[in-house]
């Protein structure tokens, strides 16, 4: 084990590394990014085009009532593309490959530009289900054990990036002008033609190769790529005592990896299936993507001029793509586990504060606007300083190579349904509990990082190996303790 460690630490980021990293996530989790956020600026414009087409075919108007809900099945049909293409990642990636999944995958998109509206999302969320699960796994496969993390949080980094590009190309003055909107949501196109042209140049997950296809060639050569031209020799060996250990158990490199319904009925897994399946459904329940809807009524009530909203909204992704690049540092010197904690810890605080801020504006306190205006700033870095990049990796540090695939597909499966949830239930609590409705996501944030804090060891640095054994470890000390708490009850006496 120390060989190993001994061996990683002299690999370092190479040309082909990079170059790898930043041709997956251009036409991956950029997309996401980037999708998630073009749609806002043209919003108004969209429902016109929606109103006046219906009033050109049917000789009438749509009322209010009836637009929203055509706006929301729109909204929602990014959100349940993305949960089909969650559940598509995982067969896509054992039957395909890492890389080729993300090629196909450009298909959804490309299609996506040339047909309207509904149909258009549901497909470009099929993309992003896809690219969200499969490109943390490639990543996380292709990166030497000490940057793992580094190059897996780069998949967050290139969301964030998205989410920022998304806004400037968004402005009026670019592509959000009502004759422009069309060329906006068509501009996803691009990224998908970079990745398209410029993914097939480079290699495929080593460990894909290996164990899945058992190609030891194919490993070596693409290993020997991306490690600036030498095969580690502690490397290869434990990527081949993995592929023995799954031999040995019955899923050799030719067999179907585990099936989610597999997953699920594995006690071993249990524990680490039930941390990342909490990870998922938090990142997206804390509120973060909440907070920029609200964001618009925070910056007009601290007297932003109306046409100058759109200028300083595109601070708040800045803010989680600066957040998320100072994160991509952290993390090979914090560790996963204290980014996720401390990120959850701080974005509990600022809701609180959000909160105490928004009642007593409410009340006309001078100077309440700019403080609610700080904590939507504060909570969206927070958000890119831990759960945002974390939250991807950990499926492909704490799975083998057999659980890993069905691992995204319950993951994924959970962060789009948690997303489509609180993106249709947002609007009632925001009416119900009025000022006091980021309450739910300072709960969810709590709950959050104490759950984390008790199941989820370090995985810095660590080997698979290394992290089973401190699962093993704090599972035997929680039914330990379990044990001595039924021990201490005092036995009913015989009736």
């Known amino acids: 084990r120390g060989a190993l460690k001994k061996t990683l630490k002299g690999t370092t980021w190479t040309a082909t590394l990079v170059l790898t990293v930043f041709s997956a996530a251009i036409g991956g989790t950029f997309q996401y990014g980037y999708n998630l956020s073009i ?3 043209p919003t108004s414009y969209i429902q016109k085009f929606i109103n006046e087409t219906y009033m050109e075919r049917w000789d009438t108007g749509l009322d209010t009532s009836q637009l929203t809900l055509l706006w929301t099945c729109i909204v929602s049909a990014f959100s349940l593309g993305g949960l089909f293409g969650a559940l598509l990642a995982g067969p896509m990636a ?6 080729k999944s993300l090629l196909l995958n450009n298909i959804f998109m490309l299609v996506a530009t040339v047909l309207m509206i509904i149909l258009a999302r549901f497909l470009v969320g099929v993309n992003s289900g896809v690219s969200m699960n499969v490109q943390p796994m490639y990543f996380g496969e292709s990166a030497p054990v000490h940057l793992r993390g580094a190059v897996a949080f780069s998949s967050a980094v290139f969301t964030a990036f998205g989410i920022f590009l998304g806004q400037v190309v968004g402005l009026t003055e670019i592509l959000g002008a009502q004759n422009l909107w069309p060329y906006l ?3 996803n196109a691009i990224p998908a033609l970079i ?8 290699p495929e997950s080593p460990r894909y190769l290996l164990i899945d296809k ?6 070596e050569c693409a290993l020997a790529r991306l490690r600036g031209g030498e095969v580690p020799p502690s490397e290869m060996e434990e990527m081949l005592q993995e592929k023995e250990r799954l031999t040995s158990a019955a899923i050799n490199s030719h067999s179907t990896a585990k099936t989610p319904w597999a997953l699920f ?8 299936l039930r941390t990342v399946i909490a990870a998922s459904s938090a990142m997206m329940l804390c509120g973060n993507d909440s907070i920029y809807f609200y964001a618009y009524y925070i910056f007009l009530e601290a007297g932003i001029p109306l046409q ?9 992704g800045a803010s989680e793509f600066l957040s998320s690049i100072l994160s991509n540092f952290l993390i090979e010197r914090v560790g996963r586990r204290y980014l996720l ?3 959850y810890s701080l974005m509990s605080f600022w809701s609180f504060v959000f909160t105490i801020a928004l009642v007593l504006q409410s009340q006309g306190v001078a100077g309440m606007p700019y403080l609610s205006m700080a904590c939507v700033f504060a909570y969206i870095l927070s958000f890119g300083l831990g759960p945002a990049g974390v939250t991807g990796i950990l499926p492909a540090e704490i799975f083998d190579q057999a659980a890993r695939p069905a691992a995204y597909m319950i993951a994924g499966s959970f962060l789009w349904i948690c997303l489509l949830l609180v993106g249709m239930l947002f609007p009632f609590i925001v009416k119900t509990l009025g000022n006091y409705c980021f309450l739910p996501f300072m709960v969810v944030c709590v709950v959050s990082a104490l759950f984390l804090g008790f199941t989820l060891p370090e995985t810095k640095g660590k080997t698979l190996a290394e992290i089973t054994l401190e699962f093993d470890k704090k599972n035997s000390r929680a039914l330990w303790s379990l044990e001595v708490l039924c021990s201490q009850l005092p036995l009913r006496p015989n009736a």
């Open 195 to 202: 990745q398209v042209l410029t993914l097939p140049w480079f």
């Open 94 to 99: 054992v039957k395909l490959g890492r890389k």
């Open 185 to 187: 949501l068509a501009s």
């Open 39 to 41: 749609i806002n600026a």
């Open 308 to 316: 100058k909203i759109q200028y300083v909204t595109i601070g708040t």
């Open 214 to 219: 058992g190609d030891r060639e194919s490993c």
């Open 341 to 343: 904690i401390g990120g």
């Open 265 to 272: 009925k594995d006690k071993d897994l249990r524990t680490q």
